[in-house]
């Protein structure tokens, strides 16, 4: 069973477009983080919910909007789609929110904006 | 901005030699993480080293840190072809949030 899922795994998309990424954790974790991984494999974290409340939002352009509908789904909407949001997009997982916790990632998806 | 840097950035070795990565970071810390990437796959978590602690070790993985030098290792042994993969230490501290920042990884190739 796959504990911290992604779909799409691939995406391919035009300038100025919508989409969005989904991921379910099956873990019972309650805190969930979205992260940015770009070309020379640099991750920095975008978002985090913890019960479904957002507790990390850091400087991430407005277009990106996550949403949590329960503490197993992180979903992440992009509007206005841009080059520069060319990147692998990795969902991640852990138990609580405080400094002790190992996360667990997703597979990731990879977005290419053309 | 970034916290750790590893070093080096890339690694080739032969299987069966011992592959030593570095890391360090630049404000206090509550605990240092080391994480492994396959190619194309998410992250996977390796070990857990806390601000307290000077040494630890999981299996073939030997972790130190010394805070005093703002800095940490990761010691594989006896390596294997299938420990090929990016290393990234991430470090916790300063938020109670869970706020894990990355370095930008070390690319180990282990030649069979």
């Known amino acids: 069973d796959t504990a911290v899922s992604q779909t799409p795994k691939y995406l391919v998309t035009q300038m100025g477009n919508d989409k969005s990424i989904k991921c379910e954790q099956n873990l019972g974790h309650d805190t969930m983080y979205w992260y940015k991984q770009d070309s020379k494999k640099f991750l920095k974290i975008m978002f985090s919910y913890n019960n479904k409340e957002l507790i990390i939002n850091e400087t991430v352009p407005n277009r990106f909007s996550p949403k949590s509908p329960d503490k197993a789904h992180l979903n992440l909407h992009i509007n206005s789609l841009e080059l520069g949001d060319s990147a692998v997009y990795f969902c991640?997982?852990?138990?609580?929110?405080?400094?002790?916790?190992?996360?667990?990632f997703g597979p990731g998806t990879r977005l290419t904006v053309t | 901005s970034q916290q750790g840097e590893e070093d080096p950035q890339a690694l080739s070795i032969q299987e069966g030699e011992n592959a030593t990565m570095n890391c360090s970071y630049k404000?206090?810390?509550?605990?240092l993480q080391w994480y492994r990437q396959n190619s194309g796959r998410g992250l996977v978590h390796l070990i857990l080293?806390?601000?307290?602690?000077r040494e630890k070790h999981s299996g073939r993985l030997r972790v130190t840190l010394d805070t005093s030098k703002k800095s940490s290792s990761l010691l594989i042994t006896a390596s294997r072809a299938a420990d090929t993969a990016s290393y990234f230490c991430?470090?916790?501290?300063?938020?109670?949030?869970?706020?894990?920042?990355f370095g930008q990884g070390t690319i180990l190739t282990v030649h069979p």
């Open positions: 991430a470090t916790a501290g300063g938020t109670s949030y869970g706020k894990l920042t």
């Open positions: 404000t206090s810390i509550n605990n």
């Open positions: 080293i806390r601000s307290n602690e």
């Open positions: 991640a997982s852990s138990r609580g929110q405080g400094l002790s916790y190992e996360q667990y």
